[in-house]
């Protein structure tokens, strides 16, 4: 009686394991779909890594000169604050006291460096 339970018991959970995984034993396996590369070219005409030559901008103003001369004379003003700090800086204790007006003028020469930057990008 106990061998025949046994085999009961067996038969019935072969068959239930065999009835839960009989969707996934019976479809076809898929094989796994590569991940396109984030590098690869979007037109397939060119070699992978190159997307083909650079389009062009025509909207591209003309460099004004009055810009490059207002640039030199931005420069050249630069200079001229940079070499007062210097030498304030040379013939100050630093020890002793650390003047405002440093600060200061560190901070107007900050402000034309980057006046000149931007006018440099267009």
Do not use: C
């Not at 397939?44 to 003309?62: I, R």
């Not at 070499?83 to 900050?110: D, M, R």
Request: no cysteine.
């Amino acid at each position: 009686m106990l061998k025949s339970r046994r085999s009961l018991l067996k038969s019935v959970v072969g068959a239930a394991g065999a009835v839960a995984t009989g969707p996934w034993m019976l479809a076809a396996p898929q094989a796994p779909q590569p991940m396109p590369s984030p590098n690869a070219p979007t037109n397939q005409n060119f070699p992978g890594g190159l997307n083909g030559p650079p389009v062009s901008n025509t909207n591209k103003a003309a460099p004004n000169p009055m810009n490059g001369e207002q640039i030199a004379a931005m420069v050249q003003q630069l200079y001229k604050l940079a070499s007062e700090l210097k030498e304030e800086v040379e013939h100050t204790n630093l020890a002793a006291v650390f003047p405002v007006t440093f600060v200061k003028k560190a901070q107007q020469i900050e402000k034309l460096a980057k006046q000149i930057k931007d006018r440099t990008k267009g």
